[in-house]
């Protein structure tokens, strides 16, 4: 079964950019998209289809997917996003979607 | 807007089946390029999708939970459920409900969820 790859944590100064990769066999042949998760919350699409943003969500969230790499790049990072983001992708091959491990992102 | 809401028992005993109904309120479960799913989070950990089903019956189910999974809709009541079968402690977790939307790229179909419910949470317990 096809499998994501994603760092537990990723930390980030206040005001810096914050990076966050999700990893898989060829992702880049795939469409990626990312939740932002708060305690105690649902989760919120932030990026589909690679790097594209929902209604709502900041210009300061963009995507990335080439080769065997997805990134979530989160530009002059806010204490407000602080959250776990978990990558997603569609396995044709099984008919199912596989979320990424996740990672817990800290704005210091 | 369109908002989705989680209903069912919070507690249910080792080996029974577990069931939730998720209501959509807002627009219609029989909207075409729309699936309708959960998703489950145990305490403390990642995100886990059980299945997705469409208004006309068609469903695609975890390969891992198939074999005890049955995801059902009632386009009537606006309407769609889960029923997890033979449920152990591992099976404890808040459970989501989400929509799906059905996109093309290429020649294969592809699927990410934009509107989710609060979640409930579930205890498997004696």
């Known amino acids: 079964s096809y499998e994501l790859t994603q760092p537990l944590s990723v930390s980030v100064a206040l005001g810096q950019t914050a990076r966050i990769t999700c990893g898989g066999n060829n992702i880049g042949s795939k469409n990626v998209h990312w939740y932002q998760q708060k305690p105690g919350q649902a989760p919120v699409l932030v990026i589909y289809r690679d790097s594209n943003r929902p209604s709502g969500i900041p210009e300061r969230f963009s995507g990335s997917n080439s080769g065997n790499t997805a990134t979530l790049t989160i530009s002059r990072a806010q204490a407000g996003d602080e959250a776990d983001y978990y990558c997603?992708?569609?396995?044709?091959?099984?008919?199912?979607?596989?979320f990424g491990g996740g990672t817990k992102l800290t704005v210091l | 807007q369109l908002q989705l809401q989680e209903s069912g028992p919070g507690l249910v005993k080792p080996s029974e089946t577990l069931s939730l109904t998720c209501t959509v309120s807002?627009?219609?479960?029989?909207?075409?390029?729309?699936?309708w799913g959960w998703i489950r989070q145990p305490p403390g950990k990642g995100l886990e999708w059980i299945g997705s089903i469409y208004y006309s019956g068609s469903t695609y189910y975890n390969p891992s939970l198939k074999s005890r999974v049955t995801i059902s809709v009632d386009t009537s009541k606006n309407q769609f459920s889960l029923k997890l079968s033979s449920v152990t402690a591992a099976d404890t977790a808040v459970y989501y409900c989400?929509?799906?939307?059905?996109?093309?790229?290429?020649?294969?179909?592809?699927?990410?969820?934009?509107?989710w419910g609060k979640g409930t949470t579930v205890t498997v317990s004696s």
């Open positions: 807002g627009g219609s479960i029989s909207s075409s390029s729309y699936y």
């Open positions: 997603q992708v569609w396995d044709s091959s099984t008919a199912n979607v596989v």
């Open positions: 989400a929509r799906h939307v059905e996109a093309v790229a290429g020649h294969y179909y592809y699927y990410y969820m934009d509107v």
